[in-house]
Structures are given as C-alpha cells and as structure tokens.
C-alpha cells in the first residue's frame, strides 16, 4: 500500500530525496511519518507530518537537515535529506503515524523500505 523509493548510495555530505508513494488507498486522512531500521538496533523515528501538512515532528539527530513534506493531490509524501551522515545509513520506510509529544509511532499501515547507505 505504501511504497518508498529513491533511496542510494552517497558519500558523508551528499542529499538525497525519499518519496512514499500510496497506492490503493489516499494518505490526505492520516498523519504520515518515515522511520529507519538499522541491523541490531531499534527502529528509530525520524520524521512525521500531520494530514494537511502543516504540522511536522524530527527527530532531535536530523533537525535541521532533513524536511518532511507531503502532496495529497498526488498522494505522496517526500524526505528531503541533506548533509548526510554514516550514521543516517540505513533501511527508510513510511508509515502512517499517530503523533506522540515531539514525536510519532506507526498507526495504521507501511509500506516497504528502501535502502539508504552513507559512505564516509
């Protein structure tokens, strides 16, 4: 229902930009949000943003390099990542979200991931 793609390799201080495209359903009624998941680690937050996109949550480790943003007419979402570390390497996935204080958990429904991988 939810797939991500523009994932890649990139080099320590590259850009990349996610989208999460939703198919079967429309994503204009539900909170949205990307996650990561790294080998032996937990499943980490990393951004949501409310239905009309006027409201967004960051993790504290990407605030001021990543922008989350949504196009309900085209019933996608977007991560636009910039300055990207070794440490943002890993396996991006979306999902609608519920917000939880300056944060977010899944809700709902998510889609498949895919792989982001920073080079130093």
């Known amino acids: 229902q939810l797939q991500a793609s523009g994932g890649g390799l990139v080099q320590a201080g590259g850009s990349l930009r996610l989208s999460c495209v939703a198919t079967g359903r429309t994503i204009d009624s539900s909170d949205m949000g990307w996650f990561r998941r790294t080998p032996g680690k937990p499943r980490d937050f990393i951004a949501a943003?409310?239905?009309?996109?006027?409201?967004?949550r960051y993790a504290d480790s990407v605030k001021g390099r990543f922008t989350i943003s949504r196009d309900n007419a085209k019933n996608t979402m977007y991560l636009d990542m910039n300055s990207l570390k070794v440490e943002d390497t890993g396996v991006y996935f979306c999902?609608?979200?519920?917000?939880?204080?300056?944060?977010?958990?899944?809700?709902?429904?998510w889609g498949q991931g895919t792989q982001v991988t920073v080079s130093s």
């Open positions: 943003i409310s239905r009309s996109g006027g409201s967004t």
């Open positions: 999902a609608a979200v519920l917000f939880v204080g300056d944060s977010a958990v899944e809700h709902g429904y």
